[in-house]
T-cell receptor
Framework: SQTIHQWPATLVQPVGSPLSLECTVE??????LYWYRQAAGRGLQLLFY??????ISSEVPQNLSASRPQDRQFILSSKKLLLSDSGFYLC???????????FGQGTRLTVV | DQQVKQNSPSLSVQEGRISILNCDYT??????FLWYKKYPAEGPTFLIS?????DKNEDGRFTVFLNKSAKHLSLHIVPSQPGDSAVYFC???????????FGPGTRLSVLP
């Protein structure tokens, strides 16, 4: 079956520290992958998407970056976190022949 | 510029009554619309969708209505249950899914 895994579930990091969130998809190949952020009281904002290994498109300029080192792995990173990076981060993918986004469980990031 | 709007940030409904959540969009190129449900600290889960060639789609207690001329869609939940309490996101898709936009969400509270 096709599943998406995202970790960690929660993370508390000090300002200026690095970040690495990982997302993997199982049961499919060459998926379209996405990183979203939900800030407190706001909707879902698309941060990055990838249609293949090494192919990353950025939707919003910011303190974050994304990488896709393997076909089913998508990583969200930052070299130095800011307070404003706090939020709920979601990885998602689009199943073949579908127009839906399927989301992971999310990571609650708190920058202190 | 918000392409997808959910003008009610919150809604409270008595258990057993109908819940109606509204969504408006501005981009006439959108041709596929989805509703997602999100519990706190979890990723959104797909609820129901509708293509622009239809004006109604029903799945159990959930019905989505689409009014293309008004660029408006609504989600009806009948009867509402306490477990329906969550944030509901409207999403719109166009250009074969390459353009996928979420609304800001409506928090539904179903009171016992």
């Amino acid at each position: 079956s096709q599943t998406i895994h995202q970790w960690p579930a929660t993370l508390v990091q000090p300002v200026g520290s690095p970040l690495s969130l990982e997302c993997t998809v199982e049961g499919t190949s060459n998926p379209n992958l996405y990183w979203y952020r939900q800030a407190a009281g706001r909707g879902l904002q698309l941060l990055f998407y990838s249609v293949g290994i090494g192919q990353i498109s950025s939707e919003v300029p910011q303190n974050l970056s994304a990488s896709r080192p393997q076909d089913r792995q998508f990583i969200l990173s930052s070299k130095k976190l800011l307070l404003s990076d706090s939020g709920f981060y979601l990885c998602a993918w689009t199943p073949t022949f579908s127009r839906r986004r399927v989301f992971g469980q999310g990571t609650r990031l708190t920058v202190v | 510029d918000q392409q997808v709007k959910q003008n009610s940030p919150s809604l409270s409904v008595q258990e057993g009554r109908i819940s109606i959540l509204n969504c408006d969009y501005t981009n006439s190129m959108f041709d596929y619309f989805l509703w997602y449900k999100k519990y706190p600290a979890e990723g959104p889960t797909f609820l129901i969708s509708i293509s622009s060639i239809k004006d109604k789609n029903e799945d159990g207690r959930f019905t989505v209505f689409l009014n293309k001329s008004a660029k408006h869609l609504s989600l009806h939940i009948v009867p509402s249950q306490p477990g329906d309490s969550a944030v509901y996101f409207c999403a719109a898709s166009g250009n074969y899914g390459q353009n996928f936009v979420f609304g800001p969400g409506t928090r539904l509270s179903v009171l016992p």
